[in-house]
């Protein structure tokens, strides 16, 4: 997939699988929000303040993100009709206040957009919230959208 169509598969996309490797060496993949910066190249998301996430990306900012755009199952053909991108990058926390608010912002707009609490809502959560920044260093996107075999 040219590298324009999986910048814009993860500009539409909402929800992917983070990718990270625990304390313990051992994979770990998680799902999440998520909202893609194409002016910053980088994704962000929020979590908690403390968890095996965060423990992650403290013991190893390597982070690897999936979100798949289309996975349907062509039977006749034997094959599914898909698309996916898959970024690998750096994971960073926002300490900033400022733009910590700017990121909820941005990910309430996303994914709530008639949301009428959203400043509220920010307001209250801002000091318990963590928002990670993804800089992206790699994008890699695949597709099979051929309609006939």
């Not at 996916?84 to 912002?105: M, T």
Request: one cysteine or more; a negative charge; charged letters at 35%.
């Amino acid at each position: 997939m040219p590298d324009e169509d999986a910048k814009a598969l993860l500009k539409k996309g909402t929800y992917g699988v983070l990718s990270a490797v625990d304390v313990d060496g051992m994979p770990y993949g998680v799902p999440l929000n998520y909202v893609y910066s194409e002016a910053d190249r980088a994704l962000f998301f929020h979590c908690a303040i403390e968890g095996r996430k965060v423990d992650c990306i403290r013991r190893d900012s390597r982070v690897c993100f999936t979100v798949v755009g289309r996975s349907d199952i062509d039977a006749a053909h034997f094959t599914t009709r898909y698309s996916s991108v898959i970024v690998e990058g750096r994971a960073s926390f926002v300490q900033d206040d400022d733009e910590k608010r700017l990121r909820l912002r941005q990910l309430c707009d996303a994914l709530t957009p008639s949301e009428p609490r959203r400043d509220e809502v920010i307001e209250s959560y801002l000091p318990k919230v963590a928002i990670v920044r993804v800089d992206l260093e790699r994008i890699s996107g695949k597709a099979n959208k051929k309609e006939d075999a």
